[in-house]
């Protein structure tokens, strides 16, 4: 799965556990990732200054203290472009926080490239939400739909000719169905069970990248065979499944 959307979603996995547990905050920043800090929005009539954290456990101890009530995670199902996904910044998620003062703000990341370290800062900014859609957004279990995504897709592929695609669209399928079992390598975030699934084949079906994605040979692939009007309009069916159902896991697994 994309770094940056892993990341923000499984912040918000974390602090809706936390929530839900009534319990510290668990979180284990990536290996690749070295500062992550969040700047807060000032608080009060008479101060200005704007608070910081330099961690996901101390961003959530002070959203907390401000009277966080419940938190959210959102990323448009749609894009303009699915071949910019593969560079940073372009992701679009954002962390919403409800407020015990009915205020709504959200949290937005920028990832910064450190050369000298070989690793990425990343930077979570709040804004305010003044005009916040009324109530809180929810989210159903759409896997049935996503399975015939990738169903559909796996079949353009073959087609196509891209065999490894074949495997991968087929292999997301198969954790989607529960056929296969869970392998010690892959590194999932604490949801209960039900949810494990989904998120092993969203993690696998995210296949829009850069060079030697989805987005890559694949595409002047279908284009070769007449197929490229296919290859669009399922690539953004499977895109619209995987960030639907990345909502639906995230959002309601801890409720």
């Known amino acids: 799965m994309n770094g940056e959307t892993a990341q923000i979603s499984n912040i918000v996995m974390s602090a809706r556990k936390a929530i839900y547990e009534n319990k510290e905050i668990q979180y284990v920043v990536e290996k690749y990732v070295k500062t992550i800090k969040f700047t807060f929005l000032a608080r009060g009539i008479i101060s200005k200054n704007q608070e ?6 101390e961003w959530f101890d002070i959203s907390r203290k401000h009277g966080l009530k419940d938190i959210k995670f959102l990323i ?12 940073s910044n372009t992701g679009q998620g954002i962390i919403v926080c409800f407020w ?4 709504v703000t959200y949290f937005t ?27 809180k957004p929810e989210f159903n279990n759409g896997i049935e739909e996503f399975k015939q995504v990738l169903l559909d897709i796996e079949g353009l592929a073959e087609k196509i000719q891209a065999r490894n695609f074949v495997k991968i669209f087929h292999r ?3 954790l989607l169905c529960g056929n ?10 604490d949801i209960p069970e039900p949810y494990k699934n989904i998120y092993r084949a969203l993690s696998v079906a995210d296949v829009f ?8 040979d694949p595409a002047g692939m279908a284009w070769g065979k007449g197929l490229k009007k296919e290859y669009d309009e399922l690539s953004d069916k499977l895109l619209k499944q995987i960030r639907y159902n990345l909502m639906y896991v995230t959002n309601e697994c801890w409720k």
Not at 100 to 103: F, L, P
Not at 180 to 189: G, K, R, T
Request: glycine residues 6%; aromatic residues 16%.
């Open 109 to 135: 990341a920028k990832w910064e490239f450190n050369r000298e370290n070989t690793a990425w800062e990343v930077f979570y900014e709040e804004h305010e939400w003044n005009d916040a859609p009324e109530g």
């Open 172 to 174: 997301a399928y198969e």
């Open 76 to 87: 448009p199902t749609e894009v303009t472009n699915r071949y910019v996904l593969g560079f």
């Open 100 to 103: 015990k003062n009915a205020s």
């Open 52 to 57: 910081t954290a330099s961690s996901v456990n």
């Open 180 to 189: 296969l079992a869970d392998e010690a390598s892959e590194i999932y975030p």
């Open 209 to 216: 990248g850069a060079m030697g994605s989805w987005n890559d």
